[in-house]
C-alpha cells in the first residue's frame, strides 16, 4: 500500500504508518494521548500479515486497519470500553 502511494505526499495518503501518525497528533495536539486515554480510537483490522523488506530474508509482520475520521466521531457518546467490542464472525 505505501509503495502505491509513494508519489504522494505522506499526511495527503489514504495510508499512513502508525508512527506517523501518533508523532503529526502529539506535534499538532499535546493533549492527544490524555484524549485517546479518555476515548480510545477504535479501528476494524481488515488485514494481518507478513511483508518482506529488503533483501531480509525474514518477513515483517503488519496489520492493516480502517481508522474512521475524526470528524465522523460522537464525542458525546459513551467512550468504548477497550477488549469489550466484540469481533464480529468470520466471513465464510
Given at each position: 500500500?505505501?509503495?502505491?502511494?509513494?508519489?504522494?505526499?505522506?499526511?495527503?495518503?489514504?495510508?499512513?504508518?502508525?508512527?506517523?501518525?501518533?508523532?503529526?497528533?502529539?506535534?499538532?495536539?499535546?493533549?492527544?494521548?490524555?484524549?485517546?486515554?479518555?476515548?480510545?480510537?477504535?479501528?476494524?483490522?481488515?488485514?494481518?500479515?507478513?511483508?518482506?523488506?529488503?533483501?531480509?530474508?525474514?518477513?515483517?509482520?503488519?496489520?492493516?486497519?480502517?481508522?474512521?475520521?475524526?470528524?465522523?466521531l460522537?464525542?458525546?457518546?459513551?467512550?468504548?470500553?477497550?477488549?469489550?467490542?466484540?469481533?464480529?464472525?468470520?466471513?465464510?
Amino acid at each position: 500500500m505505501l509503495a502505491e502511494f509513494g508519489n504522494v505526499p505522506e499526511y495527503e495518503r489514504p495510508v499512513i504508518l502508525v508512527e506517523s501518525f501518533l508523532r503529526f497528533t502529539q506535534e499538532n495536539d499535546p493533549s492527544f494521548e490524555q484524549t485517546i486515554e479518555e476515548f480510545p480510537l477504535m479501528v476494524e483490522i481488515v488485514v494481518i500479515g507478513e511483508v518482506p523488506l529488503d533483501n531480509d530474508p525474514v518477513p515483517v509482520p503488519f496489520i492493516a486497519c480502517l481508522m474512521p475520521f475524526l470528524d465522523e466521531l460522537d464525542m458525546s457518546a459513551e467512550p468504548p470500553q477497550p477488549g469489550l467490542h466484540a469481533v464480529p464472525p468470520a466471513k465464510p
